[in-house]
């Protein structure tokens, strides 16, 4: 009866200062929502980079030019030219690993490329004929460029899928020919549409030859990346290992602190990956516990103007016998349930902005899921209380210390 009593009781202080109850929620609401949309985006991002993985495939060794910390990026990120990974570095790999199921390498660049009147700039990647095998990726119209061909360094070109719709709208382009700085190409295929993988939309670049792109485009002899395709998940570590092992032999390096090369997995890059987006989660966690306790702030000082403006009610109330947890409870009560209302309108708020967020992100062509994780809705009931009870205490304290002569004299 108490508790009931208390309850309502509340609610018409409430209700009869609505705009200064709102003002004090709001600190809430924002740490609240805050809280439920980092959660949420952090469980998107996860989703979004297993995506990527999942699209390049899960069994893939990455082979980089360059020197690199331990838990660092190779030099050849930063755009710093390396010379050192070559052609026969990947085939010997490839000749050498008995785990390795398909290899190819890679050169990068951007040209013009001009079809009648449309001139328009894009990037482009020299590979080898084995490049559809490694990348788990499609021709939807014509064909890749075969072996003999990637050998002689032929002038032919496949087009990613917006290329393609960009520079013949309405025109089959296969046979067609195209000029770029370095001469004319003849179209002979086209890429299905693929979307954004590992942060790269292959749909946006156009592919040629690796002899070609070398020899021709780029006046080259190393390469910027090669991947090698490991037929089993389970090889990874031994074939990475190999990998070493055998690029240190060709390279005359004796000593693996001076690896002029970087071999890496793409569970690697998805376990560094994590580890940045939770560092972020926490850190934006960390702010929002601030609005949290900025919030906590602001109760506290609403319940002093509360019990300030009340004196003459406790005191009466105090007149007549009310014992002193009657009146720490009631005001207690009150400032739980102003910040129980301001939690429960920030997961709502949180939830409805994780749900457009996700909902845009999607229509932009990535995998984003929209989750909500149920601990992050618990936790924000329990912030919301322990924090109404943590700020409520001390001005319920002061209200139910009062004497019944000091509280109505006081008013």
Known sequence: MDFIENFNTALRALRVNKGRSFLTMLGIIIGISSFILVNSLGAGAQSLILDQVRRIGSNLVAVLPGASEENGPPAGVFGIQITTLKREDIEVLAKNIPAVEASTGYVQGAEIMTFENESRAYSYFGTMATYPLVQNSSVEKGRFFSEEEERSGARVVVLGSEVAEEMFPNVDPIGKRVKLQTGSFRVIGVLKERGATAFQNFDTVFFV??????????????????HLKISDESALPAAMEQAREILRERHKISNPEADDFRVSSTAEILSLLTTVTNALKFFLVGIAAMSLIVGGVGIMNIMYVSVSER???????KAVGAPYMRILSQFLTEAIIVTLIGGIVGILLGVLLSFLIATVVTLLGFTWEFVVPVSSVVLSFVISSAVGLFFGVYPAKKAADMTPIEALRSN
Do not use: C, H, K, W
């Not at 792109?213 to 910027?224: E, H, P, S, V």
């Not at 004196?311 to 109330?317: A, F, I, N, Q």
């Open 311 to 317: 004196s003459y009610e406790v005191g009466l109330r």
């Open 209 to 226: 030859p690796l002899t070609t792109a070398q020899n021709q485009m780029l006046g080259i002899r190393y390469l910027n990346l090669a």
